[in-house]
Nanobody, 124 residues
C-alpha cells in the first residue's frame, strides 16, 4: 500500500510564495499519475492540477493558472506544487493524490492513494 504525505504548508501574507511537496514510501512520480487538490472551509474538495509519468501537466482551475505550477523531481521522488502571488482565497488544506492509471482526472474518486493534507493560510 502506498502512503503519501504532504509538507510545506504555512501562514503566508498575500502576494507571498510557497512550495508544497508530496512524498511517500514507495512513491515514484515517474510511475504514478499524481494530482493536487485543495479544500477550503465550507467548500468541496477541488482538483487543482495533475501530472503523469509522461511529464504532461494539466491545470484545472482557471483562477490559479499562471500562479500554480505542478512539477516532478524524480531525483527526490517528489511532486511539487509551486504557489506564487498567494491570495486569501487560496487558503485551504492542500492534498496530493495518486493512482497507477496513465490518465489525469479532477475527480477525487479517481485516486486511490491520498495524503493527510497540509494547511496553507493566506492572511494579512
Amino acid at each position: 500500500q502506498l502512503h503519501l504525505a504532504e509538507s510545506g504548508g504555512d501562514l503566508v501574507h498575500p502576494g507571498g510564495s510557497l512550495n508544497v511537496t508530496c512524498t511517500g514510501s514507495g512513491f515514484r512520480p515517474n510511475f504514478y499519475t499524481t494530482a493536487w487538490f485543495r479544500q477550503a472551509p465550507g467548500k468541496e474538495r477541488e482538483g487543482i492540477a495533475c501530472i503523469g509519468p509522461t511529464g504532461v501537466a494539466i491545470n484545472y482551475i482557471d483562477s490559479v493558472k499562471g500562479r500554480f505550477t505542478i512539477s516532478r523531481d524524480d531525483a527526490k521522488d517528489t511532486v511539487l506544487l509551486q504557489i506564487d502571488s498567494l491570495k486569501p482565497d487560496d487558503t485551504a488544506t492542500y492534498y496530493c493524490a495518486a493512482h497507477v492509471e496513465l490518465f489525469c482526472s479532477s475527480r477525487t474518486s479517481s485516486y486511490k492513494y491520498w495524503g493527510q493534507g497540509t494547511q496553507v493560510t493566506v492572511s494579512s
